[in-house]
C-alpha cells in the first residue's frame, strides 16, 4: 500500500485557509442572493420561503461556492490548492451519477401483469 506524501505546511498556510473560506461563504451567499433576485426576480429566504426561492438557492449555492473559492484561493495565492480541494466532491458527484444513470439503463424492463394465456 502507498502512503500519500504530504506536503509540510506552515500556520500561515492555515490562516490563510481560513480567511478565503470565511471570505468566500460571505461572498458565495451574496452571488446567490443577487443571481436569484435579479435573474429569476425570486425574493425571500431560505428559512420563511417561497419554496421556488429555497429550491433555487439549494440548487445555486454548490456550483457558485465552488466558483468563488477556487477565485479567492487564486488571489490569496493557494489557487492550486482549493482547485484540489473543489475537484474532488464533483468528480465523486459526477462519476456517482453516471454510474446511477448507467445502472438505470442497463436495468431489466419490468413484466407486464398481464396473467399468462391459454394455449
Known sequence: MTERTRIPRDALHYVIVIVVFGITGFIAVLLARALLAGLLGLEGSLWSGPWS???AYLLLIPPSYSATLIVVGT????????????????????????????RAAEAPTPRSAEPPRDR
Request: net charge positive.
Open 75 to 102: 488571489v490569496f495565492g493557494k489557487g492550486a490548492y482549493f482547485r484540489r480541494r473543489m475537484l474532488r466532491p464533483w468528480v465523486w458527484l459526477l462519476r456517482a451519477s453516471a454510474l446511477c444513470l448507467r
Open 53 to 55: 426561492f429555497r429550491i
